[in-house]
């Protein structure tokens, strides 16, 4: 599966983005969707992930801020981002692993969230 993210902007402070995963080639079928972000100077994290079932788990710092979601056609995966701080400031990517694999095989470009203080 190819994947292309998208979204990424300028937000100011407190203010919301949502980023979208597509999938091409295949859907997110037999696809556990993550994603991982990577500030300047820092190693790529976990943000998010969602399961085939739709079961999602999340990092301690969205604090219930973020939402992960798949739509029904499983071809997009999304991440709602609300309350954004200058530490959520990112390249945002996405990535796919097969339901059987602990290995991301597929990765999306990219996309950059910028929050202003």
């Known amino acids: 599966v190819q994947l292309q993210a998208s979204g990424g902007g300028l937000v100011q402070s407190g203010g919301s983005l949502r980023l979208s995963c597509a999938a091409s080639?295949?859907?997110?079928?037999?696809?556990?969707v993550s994603w991982y972000r990577q500030a300047p100077g820092k190693q790529r994290e976990f943000v998010a992930t969602?399961?085939?079932?739709?079961?999602?788990n999340y990092a301690n710092f969205v604090k219930g801020r973020f939402t992960i979601s798949r739509d029904k056609a499983e071809t997009m995966v999304y991440l709602q981002m609300n309350t954004l701080e200058p530490d959520d400031m990112a390249v945002y990517y996405c990535?796919?692993?097969?339901?059987?694999?602990?290995?991301?095989?597929?990765w999306g470009q990219g996309t950059l969230v910028t929050v202003s203080s």
């Open positions: 990535g796919a692993r097969p339901f059987y694999s602990a290995d991301i095989v597929s």
């Open positions: 969602i399961t085939r079932s739709g079961g999602t």
């Open positions: 080639g295949r859907s997110f079928s037999s696809y556990v």
